[in-house]
């Protein structure tokens, strides 16, 4: 079980540019969630996708986006970046029934200059 | 709105003595859960623990221990025989049910061990 994959694992973009992240949730894993950590902080909740919907969604602003595939996979599409959306993007997935451990992959680092 | 508050930023302990991390948080939901995630350098969140606020009884795993005070909202973790490989970033983290485990995290703790 390859558990939880994000890519790419670093990334560069310039202010103003679109940025497209990828997950791939465990296997049998159906909900998947996106979490912002700033560097020295705590993870920040984005959203959260089941069976294809945004279910769930933090304080971030409509520049951030997703989307789940039939196959659970999931992207995270933030546009017109800024400086303050570097970050360490995580990925956590689980199952939609209660009482399940997520899971995380180990991240992508975003550095916008 | 749910908060999770970690009021030590850094923590030092000698291998093998044991360490307890602080956490404190504010719900009004009374169906919840409580983790402990540990950050190693690679990134990767682990859980290291998790407990089921109607449950009574500390939760333990192997080395690991929390005490969760319900009326205090406070929620620590124990290490005990501490190894290097514990080093890490410690954080708490709460989720109620029917949350779709969405998580609410704390800022974190550093924890280093010294050999």
């Known amino acids: 079980d390859a558990g939880v994959t994000q890519s790419p694992t670093h990334l560069i973009k310039t202010r103003g540019q679109q940025v497209t992240l990828r997950c791939s949730p465990k296997?049998?894993?159906?909900?998947v969630s996106w979490y912002q950590q700033a560097l020295g902080q705590g993870p920040q909740f984005i959203f959260q996708?089941?069976?294809?919907?945004?279910?769930q969604r933090g304080n971030f602003p409509d520049r951030f986006s997703g989307h789940q595939f039939p196959n659970y996979s999931s992207e995270l599409n933030v546009n017109a970046l800024l400086l303050g959306d570097s970050a360490l993007y995580l990925c956590?997935?689980?199952?939609?029934?209660?009482?399940?451990?997520?899971?995380f992959g180990q991240g992508t680092r975003l550095t916008v200059v | 709105a749910q908060t999770v508050t970690q009021s030590q930023p850094e923590m030092s302990v000698q291998e093998a003595e044991t360490v307890t991390l602080s956490c404190t948080y504010d719900?009004?939901?009374?169906?919840?859960?409580l983790f402990w995630y540990k950050q190693p350098p690679s990134r990767q969140m682990i859980l290291v623990i998790r407990q089921e606020a109607y449950k009574q009884q500390n939760a333990t795993e192997n080395r690991f221990s929390v005490n969760f005070q319900k009326a205090a909202k406070s929620f620590s973790l124990k290490i005990s025989d501490s190894q290097l490989g514990d080093a890490a970033m410690y954080f708490c983290?709460?989720?109620?049910?029917?949350?779709?485990?969405?998580?609410?995290f704390g800022g974190g703790t550093r924890l280093m061990v010294k050999p």
């Open positions: 983290a709460y989720t109620f049910n029917n949350a779709g485990n969405m998580l609410t």
């Open positions: 956590a997935s689980s199952l939609a029934a209660q009482n399940t451990e997520a899971f």
């Open positions: 296997s049998g894993h159906d909900t």
């Open positions: 719900t009004s939901e009374s169906d919840y859960y």
């Open positions: 996708y089941y069976e294809e919907e945004e279910r």
